[in-house]
């Protein structure tokens, strides 16, 4: 485990940076208040300490300036001094290593290997360095038994976190800097994470500081704790100890949010009463699409004022069952039938009802607040289900205007919220969101309410809010159902326990929706320069462009399915990928045939249209021509990566590798952006938007759902720029681990191209048949 | 002070890239998701295929979204290109000729920011973007790219219009609206354009 430190003999630059404050202040340019503001503090080098404080503390704010990310756009923004060895922290002489909570922004390039590399590449480090590093560092990290093309995509939250230092690691920075990194990782992920954050501060010795608001993983092994206060400056500076020993302590921190170690539970557990039962699940199989993996077969009974907590193992699709029991998803096997009582009226398969019906008898709380947002204000966002929610029968409204208002009134003083009745929910507080979302749901005062993880990530205060609105809702007779992994929530709801385990006879699940970076296996295209193969199919089909005419089209057609078994492509895989090709050719050939020139014999007429030998002539070359435009494109897909293209891109061709590498870091988003999509769709549903309707309520619906999704794109951008600019991409001139190379074979394919792209329209042009388009 | 704040406002950084990026790929996935439910629609174009025109704008989006959310020279140009690369990667029906579309479309948008010297982000300047960016795709579908060089001339003059109306409309109007939608999330607080939906438009919509 000692690798990185042996094999980096140079034991100067392997020891931390020491750190000193001196009446350090910021502002934020459109913010009052200071966020820090008289901070005195100095931390010794390989110091670990763990930095904690009320949301609004400027914790995260401390981090970014230490690692130089913070821009200065006026000077009375900052006063006194933040130097890092020495030096003043925004020149960002020293590489510092940065990991924030979401792991998805938290990795940039699609494949382990790369994404370890990234950072180093960035500070210029040799290429032949980086390569060993690379091996050293993901050992370090616990992820030593992945393949270097491994794709980064299909790492867990835990692993993804673990990669990300992985690659902090291998840029040897003498301080690491962690915001909340275990805040989005499942419990069993937390542990190994911790460990490796240990085990990499010990390897490189390195000075690290480490901010949480669950300290019970932490407390033991640092060495020091620092209480920040808000707008402030340190308000505690003491031993970790303390944490476990000093109630005063314990009392305020609890009181600021902070889950202090071995916290004792305030709450008493709700006294449940069973009543009428609403749901029954029977022999129950989910599944998100009908391709995706299929959970277990689910026997449950709800009874209306009980708590049902689903657990089970990652895999095993607690949230798809937990979509299927909220009427959002259709069961794929199996039966979840709603008693009479529940429907009141209407068939007995949720899933049957209409958005409006459903708010009003099962409400489903996703994991992600700002999924279910769908309105401009708090206000709004709870009158929306009341609003919408039908009674018995589905057809008429279950509350009248009045009865609406009075509804969201309470529901304002109830969550604390009146402050923020006008304000936009997206820009709330993590803990206002989450009560806020819980609240649009309650507000249709459904009989059952289902929540995804409700408790997770969330500060002790607005855990403590929470659990007792659930409790109090279960006193009401609601019903409900959680999918969790907190303990302290099963005890405090008194529940009542399913564990679903991963289906055993399935592979793991796979990314849904379409991928970019498929592995490209090792056949002989494979290995080709991707310019080379991409100016040889620019080669061959744009002198197509010219030309209207069926020869020089099938004669690249032809080529293109002669090359294919050079790009280990099997006829069937061809096939899959070229069906909507061969649609779009017929469509286009019908067009033309339809609508374009006529001449020659009429074979029929349509209306206004003439289908003749001259216009099917025109729709014959027409889609022959689409087809092998776009033919010759799926050898080069089938057989290249994108982010290998992208280095041969900046590389070979000087196209600026800031723009290459940015687009690449977003095009790894893609899988994941295609899933929050449809998941967006089905929030949004639960919030009684529905997808029946006249055609302008459908088409408002879908735009507002690609709103939501640029939301969620957006705020993704922002973490992952913040993670790039922290790993110093951009700063200056890089090297590349991969280095581009162009050989004979490779110019070999080009000239091929070439070759083909004159043979085609020369044999055209002997032929007669070349028919210039702009003639 | 002067120089610095000049550049400050041309040069990207890297959260202008990263966002424009991100933009391009979240288009993408807009696309993908379109032309999944495209069957909705494509009934009227097997009786009358021009009009398929009509939904140019869908396309053309991500250049006027884009340079009014990262607001620097280029933008549609870039958020273009690449949602027209991840349009290829996607299964595009057209090969390689997308880098050209996309460019050309791009370049419409982008010829109109650049005349106002990238200072005006009002609905005007917005719509008239859209049009430009729909009149390019549409001329040079007709006459340049020669997608359509069967049709009559007529016909050819109808798409060229209705390429530019879908831009107007599609590009032009809902990019302007949904950045200030997205001003109004606070999504855009890191970017140039996060008072977006505090500035008013002469045709403000709300």
């Known amino acids: 485990m000692s690798s990185v430190v042996s094999s980096e003999a140079t034991a100067a630059t392997r020891r931390g940076t020491q750190i000193v404050a001196q009446g350090f202040r910021w502002q934020h340019a459109e913010r009052e208040q200071p966020a820090i503001s008289g901070l005195d503090v100095q931390i010794s080098a390989g110091q670990k300490v763990l930095l904690v404080g009320p949301s609004g503390a400027g914790k995260s704010t401390l981090l970014h300036a230490l690692a130089g990310l913070l821009e200065v756009d006026e000077s009375e923004q900052i006063s006194g001094q933040l130097l890092i060895d020495g030096s003043d922290a925004f020149a960002r002489e020293h590489p510092v290593g940065l990991m924030q909570q979401d792991p998805e922004t938290q ?125 402030g400056g340190v308000a505690h500076d003491l031993d970790p100890q303390r944490l476990f020993d000093d109630q005063e302590l314990r009392a305020e921190l609890s009181q600021a949010g902070l889950w202090v170690p071995n916290y004792q539970l305030e709450l008493t557990a709700a006294q449940t009463n069973p009543q009428e039962q609403l749901l029954e699940a029977h022999d129950l199989i989910s599944a998100r699409t009908a391709s995706s993996a299929r959970t277990q077969k689910v026997n449950l009974k709800v009874r209306a004022g009980t708590a049902t907590v689903i657990r089970g193992e990652n895999g095993a699709g607690k949230s798809t069952l937990a979509l299927t029991l909220g009427g959002l998803l ?21 899933f049957s009802w209409k958005a409006g019906a459903l708010i009003a008898r099962i409400g489903s709380v996703f994991q992600e607040p700002e999924h279910q947002f769908v309105t401009q204000s708090v206000c709004e966002e ?53 009560r806020l979302s819980v609240g649009t749901v309650l507000a249709a005062a459904p009989e059952v309410l289902i929540l995804d993880e409700p408790t997770f990530g969330q500060d002790a205060n607005t855990w403590r809010e929470l659990a007792s609105l659930l409790v109090e809702q279960l006193h009401l007779g609601t019903a409900i159902i959680a999918v969790t992994h907190d303990e302290h929530l099963v005890r405090v709801l008194n529940a009542q326990e399913i564990h679903l385990s991963a289906p055993s006879d399935q592979a793991p699940a796979k990314t849904r929706g379409p991928v970019l970076d498929a592995p490209v296996g090792d056949s002989w295209l494979a290995k080709i320069n991707p310019l080379a193969k991409l100016g040889a199919v620019a080669a061959a089909t744009l002198p197509l ?45 019908w067009g033309i045939a339809l609508v374009g020139q006529d001449s020659g014999e009429v074979y029929a007429q349509l209306g206004i249209f003439s289908i003749t030998e001259g216009s099917v002539q025109g729709g014959i070359a027409t889609g022959l ?52 999509f449809s998941t967006l769709g089905l929030a949004r549903r639960a919030r009684g938007v529905g997808n029946f309707g006249t055609f302008t309520q459908r088409i408002g619906a879908k735009l507002g759902q690609c709103l939501a999704l640029l939301v969620q794109a957006l705020r993704r951008a922002g973490r992952l720029a913040v993670t790039m600019e922290a790993k110093g991409f951009g700063i200056g001139p890089r090297t590349w681990m991969r280095t581009a190379t162009f050989s004979a074979k490779d110019a070999a394919v080009l000239l091929v191209g070439l070759l083909l792209g004159a043979l085609a329209v020369g044999a055209a042009m002997m032929a007669g048949t070349y028919n210039l388009v702009w003639g | 002070m002067n120089q610095a704040g000049a550049k400050q406002r041309t040069g990207w950084r ?52 884009g340079a009014l959310i990262i607001r620097k020279p280029g933008a549609a140009l870039y958020c273009e290109m690449l949602a027209a690369v991840i349009e290829a990667l996607l299964g595009s029906h057209y090969g390689l000729t997308v880098l050209i579309s996309g460019f050309v479309q791009g370049l419409g948008a982008e010829l109109v920011f650049a005349a106002v ?13 859209g049009l430009f960016s729909g009149l390019f795709a549409g001329i040079s579908e007709a006459y340049i790219m020669a997608y359509y060089v069967e049709y009559t001339p007529a016909l050819k003059i109808f798409h060229v219009i209705a390429t530019g109306i879908s831009g107007l409309i599609v590009a032009g109007l809902l990019s302007w609206l949904a950045t200030r939608g997205l001003a109004k999330t606070g999504a855009l607080s890191a970017l140039a354009s996060r008072r977006a939906h505090l500035e008013t438009g002469k045709l403000a919509a709300k």
């Open chain 1, 107 to 231: 990795v940039v390039q699609s494949r382990v290997a790369d994404d370890v590399a990234f950072g180093a590449e960035n500070l210029a480090i040799d290429p032949q360095i980086i390569r060993q590093r690379i091996p050293e560092a993901l050992e370090a990290v616990g992820l030593g038994m992945l393949p270097m093309d491994h794709r980064t995509q299909e790492l867990s939250g835990g692993q993804k976190q673990r990669l990300a230092l992985a690659g902090i690691l291998a840029m040897q920075p003498g301080l690491m800097l962690l915001d909340e990194p275990t805040a989005n990782v499942d419990p069993e992920g937390i542990r190994p994470l911790r460990d490796a954050v240990l085990n990499a501060a010990q390897l490189s010795g390195a000075t690290l500081i480490v901010v949480e608001h669950r300290l019970d993983a932490w407390a033991e092994h640092m060495d020091r704790v620092i209480v920040l206060e808000p707008g």
């Open chain 1, 625 to 676: 021509r689409a087809f092998a435009l776009a033919l010759p494109c799926i050898l080069l897909l089938v057989s290249t990566n994108p982010s290998d293209l992208g280095g041969a891109l900046s590389q070979q061709l000087r196209v600026p590798h800031r723009f290459v590498l940015g687009a690449l870091a977003g095009m790894r988003l893609l899988g994941l952006m295609v899933e929050e």
């Open chain 2, 14 to 65: 890297v959260v202008d890239i990263v966002t424009a990026s991100v933009i391009a790929v979240a288009s993408g996935v807009i696309f993908w998701a379109w032309s999944a439910g495209y069957g909705l629609f494509s009934l009227a174009f097997v009786a009358f295929p021009p009009a398929s025109a009509l939904l140019t704008g869908v396309w053309l989006f991500p250049a006027v979204l």
């Open chain 1, 545 to 589: 462009i010219t030309t209207l005419d069926w020869l020089s089209a099938l004669v690249i057609i032809v080529a293109t399915l002669l090359v294919f078994p050079l790009a280990g492509l099997s006829p069937a895989r061809f096939f899959k990928r070229a069906w909507p090709l061969l649609i779009a050719g017929v469509v286009a050939a």
């Open chain 1, 382 to 434: 709870l009158a929306f289900a009341p609003l919408r929610a039908k009674a018995s029968g589905g057809q008429e409204l279950k509350y009248d205007a009045q009865q609406v208002d009075a509804r969201v009134d309470s529901l304002l003083a109830r969550l604390g919220l009146q402050h923020l009745a006008d304000a936009n929910p997206f820009t709330l507080s993590g803990g206002e969101k989450r």
């Open chain 2, 117 to 129: 010297r990238y200072r005006k982000w009002n609905l005007s300047v917005s719509l008239l973007a």
């Open chain 1, 330 to 350: 259709e069961s794929v096997a199996g039966e979840l039938q709603a008693t009479e009582s529940l429907a009141n009226g209407l068939g007995n398969s949720p």
